[in-house]
């Protein structure tokens, strides 16, 4: 058994979400909520001054395991995850070989049970070797265990022939399997993975303009109107597409979607500042973009976030721009981040930025996780949100060092962690 004593409970759904209590979890679960709690022979953890929460939930996390793992393994990601507070991460299936059948899910998720710090899901492709052109076998997948399909960071990232695009919704319609798109029209991207902006203009390189990754947007809209099925977008970039999501969210369409902890706090200038560390794909906008994302995210137009975590090799970094790797690692960082850029300016209230890391994430994918309750498994995250440090991306347990914010002063460290009644990280450090 384990207690935890008087830490201040975040609870994003009541309307006094703030509240001291203490937590009793046996095995697996939460058992007892309340004040005064005891329990004889129960591990002790007093979170006094400290903040309780669901264990965060990553929709969005580059694993690179099976074929990449000079760059991260399920064991080191794992690690970085439960360092960062999330109790649950979704890996995407640009491994090698790709997710894309029965077997290899099953071969990822039984590696990712023993080798995994935290509890692993996984996407599955949408199409075969995430080409864009042959589905799946839906059906199968999702009784390998795939939790949501996408072709996120395989070939175009997501299928661009319209004939595919409708095939596919009705597929997964057919076997109940939410899709995730990353929006990105292939024909009109330019692969700088720079925004058309006043720096691209600065650097005298060609950049590509939001409208790449609106029309894909639009026309996945135009097919879901005829044909509603549970539809993700992901790590959204552009005011235009908060726009989109937001009208057609109001005809009751039934999407959702999420934006990452880097296009909520950063724009294209970070270019100027840390290069390569900041190229990302979809890129970082202007402040306007970035503004209209915050919005959405305050308005629930938005419902998640999601990390992006993608991590690669230094030297494939230390390079000229065009021709750096695509993504930072943000798994360590991403709740210090939105907590110090977004909560303490009083941008986002830490509920709602809570419920964006658990509730909603877990809404989307169907997980009975994602709260703070009797009856639920024990996956909890106590912060300290007093304490300001600096971020020592040297101290990462993720195999990825590319961070535009290393040395950033952050507040906002998972102090323990608990994963299904196990204690994973204890006292900021993994156990
Ligand atoms: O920044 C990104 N990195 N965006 C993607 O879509 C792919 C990802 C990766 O796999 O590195
Ligand atoms: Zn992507």
């Known amino acids: 058994m384990l207690l935890i004593k008087n830490g201040i409970l975040v609870n994003t759904g009541s309307k006094n979400p703030l509240q001291q209590v203490d937590i009793l979890v046996s095995g697996k679960k939460i058992v007892k909520i309340g004040k005064n709690l005891t329990a004889t022979k129960a591990q002790l953890i007093n979170a006094k001054g400290r903040i309780i929460t669901a264990g965060l939930i990553d929709l969005h996390t580059h694993l690179r395991d099976p074929g990449f793992t000079s760059k991260e393994t399920i064991a080191s990601g794992s690690a970085a995850a439960a360092l960062g507070g999330f109790t649950t991460i979704v890996a995407m299936p640009n491994t090698q070989p790709r997710m894309d059948t029965a077997e290899k899910i099953k071969s990822f ?19 075969q070797n995430g080409e864009g052109k042959l589905l799946t076998n839906f059906a199968a997948l999702k009784k390998a265990g795939v939790k ?9 990232s997501h299928p661009q022939d319209l004939e595919v695009e409708k095939k596919l919704i009705a597929a997964a319609k057919k076997v109940k399997l939410p899709v995730m798109m990353h929006a990105e029209d292939s024909e009109m991207k330019c692969n700088t993975h720079l925004h058309a902006g006043v720096v ?5 390189i060609r950049g590509s303009s939001a409208e790449c990754e609106t029309v894909m947007i639009e026309r996945v809209l135009e097919l879901l109107r005829k044909n509603p099925t549970p539809y993700h977008f992901t790590h959204l970039s552009a005011a235009g597409s908060v726009d989109l999501i937001r009208v057609a969210k109001k005809r009751g369409l039934p999407i959702t979607a999420d934006t990452t902890p880097h296009h909520l706090t950063l724009t294209e200038k970070a270019i100027l500042d840390s290069g390569t560390l900041a190229k990302v794909n979809p890129p970082l906008r202007s402040e306007a973009h970035r503004k209209a994302l915050i919005a959405g995210v305050k308005s629930g137009v938005i ?73 639920k498994e024990a996956d909890i995250t106590i912060w300290d949100i007093e304490t300001a440090y600096k971020i020592d991306k040297t101290k990462f347990a993720s195999k990825g060092r590319n961070t535009p914010w290393n040395g950033k002063k952050v507040f906002g460290k998972a102090t323990d962690v608990i994963v299904g009644g196990k204690i994973v990280v204890k006292a900021g450090k993994l156990v």
């Open 109 to 127: 998720l039984a590696r990712a049970k023993s080798e995994g710090v935290v509890n692993i899901l996984t996407t599955g492709n949408l199409t």
């Open 148 to 156: 949501i399909l996408t072709d996120d960071g395989c070939g175009d």
């Open 200 to 204: 691209a203009k600065k650097l005298g």
């Open 303 to 375: 419902d998640a976030i999601a990390t992006d975590h993608a991590p690669h090799l230094a030297e494939e970094k230390n390079c000229e721009f065009t021709k750096a790797a695509v993504g930072l690692v943000g798994l360590e960082t991403a709740f210090a981040v939105l907590y110090t850029d977004l909560v303490k300016r009083k941008l986002l209230t830490l509920p709602q930025l809570i419920e964006k890391l658990t509730t909603a994430p877990a809404k989307i994918l169907k997980l009975k996780a994602g709260e703070i309750k009797v009856g």
